[in-house]
């Protein structure tokens, strides 16, 4: 099973600034199989990027994502008030597929 | 629009039994492979279970092998995840998605609280 590991746990920002989310594996994820998603309270997740760098439709292009093998990156140029939530990547690379503990983005 | 709802959830005993549903709509179903995704109260995403399109490959995660069935009815746009034999550590939000390799979309949920 591969493992993933985000940090840092949570991330206090004022609008504006810029957030810097990582991921890493525990062995290298095939294919660059790796996704991010975006979670709010009381919601269900929503995909952001996957193919480590591909961003899901109709997600602006503040937001970026790369990386490979065991290292991965999700990159919120400037933060909107609208970006504060829980953002966890996940590897669909191998079963079983896993997911990160998360990231949480609060306001400053 | 693509659109996923699920259903079923409520309150069971340890030892009891839920069937849930995942209602399609939107998409053309029988085409996309679907997921079972968990998130305990106040916890991170768990990965449940996995189907293929035809239902020729299935998987399980570790801590429901044996208990859980998932299944799929696509003339019916349908997926749905028998519980059996629930734990008090069962109890989540269970969420349905799609998968085409990712997970999108995701429907909204439905509770599952298993307690005596």
């Known amino acids: 099973e591969i493992v993933l590991t985000q940090s840092p746990g949570t991330l206090s920002l004022s609008p504006g600034e810029r957030a810097t989310l990582s991921c890493r594996a525990s062995q290298s994820v095939s294919g660059t199989y790796l996704a991010w998603y975006q979670q709010k309270p009381g919601q269900a997740p929503r995909l952001l990027i996957y193919?480590?760098?591909s961003r899901a439709t109709g997600i602006p292009d503040r937001f970026s994502g790369s990386g490979s093998g065991t290292d991965f990156t999700l990159t919120i140029s400037r933060l909107e008030p609208e970006d504060f939530g829980v953002y966890y990547c996940q590897q669909y690379g191998s079963s079983p597929w896993t997911f990160g503990q998360g990231t949480k983005v609060e306001i400053k | 629009e693509v659109h996923l709802v699920e259903s079923g959830g409520g309150l069971v005993q340890p030892g009891g039994s839920l069937r849930l549903s995942c209602a399609a709509s939107?998409?053309?179903?029988?085409?996309?492979?679907m997921n079972w995704v968990r998130q305990a109260p106040g916890k991170g995403l768990e990965w449940v279970s996995y189907i293929t399109s035809s239902s020729s490959t299935i998987y399980y995660a570790d801590s429901v092998k044996g208990r859980f069935t998932i299944s799929r009815d696509n003339a019916q746009n349908s997926l749905y995840l028998q519980m059996n034999s629930l734990r008090v550590e069962d109890t989540a939000v269970y969420y349905c998605?799609?998968?085409?390799?990712?997970?999108?979309?995701w429907g909204q949920g439905t509770l599952v609280t298993v307690s005596s």
């Open positions: 939107g998409f053309t179903f029988s085409s996309f492979n």
């Open positions: 193919g480590a760098s």
């Open positions: 998605a799609a998968d085409p390799g990712w997970f999108d979309p």
